[in-house]
């Protein structure tokens, strides 16, 4: 029998102080991520960086502001990361499933720390190229893993809040690399290299925190009993729901995993990277393996909806803010000073969503969310080119155009930030939710590879205009989510099976079949709310309760928790001395 160390705070802490624990230690990884994205926005324009050590820019006479010169080389400094991210995504994921997710969170974070000594030692492009790729990979391990870690230790009831909590911190780590990055720019003048050398080690920091400290939680009990070490397991998750008076409730959510582990056995054929990504092709030429369950759809609509968040406007406005507010009217320090007040407003922002997703829904949230940031981008454009057109008034050109991308900026916080992340969490069945969400983060490796390369370009050839490409695509996203996102709020991972039977990909049809088998089979809905698997991975739906008889011709019937002789029974984990 595997034992848990003694150190482990899973025999010190229990429920809800467990579960904070956990969320603490998920939260600095996510902290790490967003230093991480914000770091670069202070690096690209300072001196020694830009034009002593790139070579992408010069400075302007006068002033210690950077001109880019080079804008793809710029942006492919900054872009590689992304590359970085979708292979460390993949690979961490795959890892994940062989080792537990303890140990890609350790490796994640040590990879991190290896890539960031690499990035702070820079001396040329070709070597700021390669660390930042190294260093990418390090954050896509991080990112597959930590809310998949997160998700299969906290209570379904508490999913959502925990999301928004970690992306608080998230944004708090593009704040503290902002105003970091903002406060060294000072020294030497402007010119040392200082100014981005240390803003750039400074995440080595929580990296190695996180690489020692991680080793003392406990590991998911969904992996644990998916690799037949169920007394942990049953241990662990006694720990995370409390066993006085809760001891039914733990038991019954460890069966429920054992089921799952049988299920992913029958069907772990189908689970490869390459068919999920494949099932949405034609049967004739191999696609449609999934059957029913239509995880290739499923795929396509987690990668799309994080390449769309990019592109409306957040990566821009993240990354090369000083930009945007120099097209406002402003420059230099004050430039930098109030893309910081900007991304404090961002920070805050995000509190919203704590409140506003679980009972507005993820739809009508991204509704409201798209047109707030469509109007202010539009606005801004406008206000930007009158800043230009008439330098005389320049300055109120600007405070306006700048107020907008302040209410864009909060928009997206409360709405777009979270639900990208989410969706692929709450849509993909318990399975292969860890590799569901891995292609949810290449689309965001996608999406933000693909925006900042092409930005600098964008900026410097149609300037504001490209404010009104990001109100377009803020605009575009109302009837693709109409038409093609179900509606996940309140509805359980069963329900998300059911609702995903349809074979057409349009919503209303989506709904309209759920709420025909809801109709028709009400057991369904009980089944799944008892948490009783409802739709067979290969042939569909397949009970019509957790003990009723099986919908498909010829199928029996199947209990929750059958063929588990010894599932009353109390067990015991030694601890190892």
Known sequence: MDKISRFNVVHRYERRSLLVAINCVGSLAIFFFGYDQGMMGSVN??????????????????????????????????????????????????IAEKVGRIKVIALGSIW????????????????????????GIGTGMLNVIVPVWSTETAPHTSRGMFVSVEFFLNIFGVVVAYWLGFGCSYV????????????????????????????????????????????EARYILGRLRGESGNDDLAEAEFQDIRNVAELE????????YFHMLWDVMPKAIGGGSSGALHIGRRVQLVIWLQILQEWIGIAGVTIYANDIFRQ?????????????????????????????????????????????????????????????????????????????????????????????????????????????????????????????LLLPTMFSRINEKVFYIFGAVNFLTIPIVWALYPESNQRTLEEMDLLFASDSWWNWDAESNFARLREENPELVQAAHRGGSVVDPETGIRRKSARGPSLVPGGGEVGVGEGSEDSDEKREVEVKE
């Open 112 to 135: 991190g720390v290896f890539g960031a000594s690499l990035q702070c030692s820079a001396m040329n492009a070709d070597w700021m190229i390669c660390a930042r790729l190294i260093n």
């Open 188 to 231: 030497g003048g402007g010119y040392s290299s200082f100014v981005w050398r240390f803003p750039v080690a400074f995440q080595i920091i929580p990296l190695l925190f996180l690489f020692v400290i991680v080793w003392f939680f406990p590991e998911s009990p969904r992996w644990l009993v998916k690799i037949g070490r169920e007394d």
């Open 328 to 452: 406002a009217g402003y420059s230099g320090q004050k430039a930098r000073w109030i893309a910081g007040l900007n991304d404090i407003t961002y920070m805050f922002s995000t509190l919203i969503a704590i409140f506003t997703l679980d009972r507005l829904g993820r739809r009508i949230s991204l509704y409201w969310g798209a047109i707030v940031m469509g109007i202010s981008m539009f606005l801004a454009g406008g206000l930007s080119r009158g800043a230009i057109s008439h330098p005389d008034k320049a300055a109120n050109y600007g405070a306006a155009a700048a107020s907008f991308t302040f209410i864009f900026t909060a928009g997206f916080g409360a709405t777009w930030l979270t639900i990208p992340w989410l969706y692929p969490a709450e849509i993909f069945p318990l399975q292969i939710r860890a590799k569901g969400n891995a292609w949810g983060v290449v689309g965001w490796c996608i999406g933000n590879g693909w925006t900042v």
């Open 45 to 94: 324009v300072s001196i020694d960086y830009a034009v002593h050590r790139m070579k992408f820019g010069h400075v302007q006479p006068g002033t210690t502001q950077v001109i880019v010169d080079n804008t793809l080389l710029q942006g492919g400094i900054t872009s590689v990361y992304y590359l970085g991210c979708l292979v460390g995504c993949m690979v961490g994921g795959w």
């Open 265 to 272: 056995k029958k069907s772990g054929k189908l689970n490869s």
